[in-house]
């Protein structure tokens, strides 16, 4: 039997997705992509199938996460970014040679090459955290309210005053907590 792994969330955002591969960074942190394999089944959902992955691809997965997370993080908090992000960011770009296609439907999707599957696949995540930490995307790029979390994602919502990566994973844990708090506040014995 195959190990069960947590689910992905994904978001709508390639880039800010990718650094939800590991979550409650602040709590009990929780890696969503723990494996070459894991890596190759989340690429495949966000629309990037590679035929495999390996421990090196992996690791090299797990650098430009954790960049993306560090530059946008910084650029949530509008303070400079960090060169060692910034550098492996833009060698994950150059390194990629993915290109876009557009299929029968009129929607846009990425072509990897064969041979460099997996760096292109990280050079198309790379391109999509370059366009949002430079403020290229119509939103803006926040952290999530949960402090076990705080998670940067890019905020497109209208009001661009949404406190949390995701409603229905933060969001409810924090309201769900507040509720309990506010019941036992107000209970009194008997």
């Known amino acids: 039997m195959s190990p069960r792994f947590p689910d992905f969330r994904l978001g709508k955002v390639l880039a800010t997705s990718f650094t939800g591969t590991l979550s409650e960074r602040y709590g009990d942190a929780v890696e969503?992509?723990?494996t070459p394999d894991r890596l190759a089944d989340?690429?495949?959902v966000s629309g990037l199938a590679v035929p495999s992955c390996t421990t090196v691809q992996?690791?090299?997965a797990w650098q430009l996460r954790e960049s993306i997370h560090a530059a946008a993080t910084a650029a949530a908090r509008h303070e400079p970014l960090p060169m060692p992000a910034v550098e492996i960011i833009?060698?994950?770009s150059i390194q990629g040679r993915a290109a876009a296609v557009l299929t029968p439907e009129g929607a846009r999707r990425w072509q990897l090459g064969s041979a460099s599957a997996v760096?292109?696949?990280?050079g198309v995540i790379a391109a999509d955290a370059i366009g949002i930490i430079a403020g290229e995307?119509?939103?803006r790029l926040a952290l999530c309210s949960s402090?076990?979390?705080q998670a940067a994602f890019f905020d497109t919502s209208q009001s661009r005053t949404r406190r949390w990566c995701d409603m229905n994973t933060c969001g409810n844990r924090q309201?769900?907590?507040r509720f309990t708090a506010n019941h036992r506040n107000n209970v009194t014995p008997a």
């Open 32 to 34: 969503r992509i723990p």
């Open 42 to 44: 989340w690429l495949a």
């Open 58 to 60: 992996l690791e090299r």
């Open 90 to 92: 833009n060698d994950c």
């Open 119 to 122: 760096a292109d696949a990280l």
């Open 137 to 139: 995307r119509d939103g």
């Open 147 to 149: 402090p076990t979390c």
């Open 175 to 177: 309201k769900k907590a």
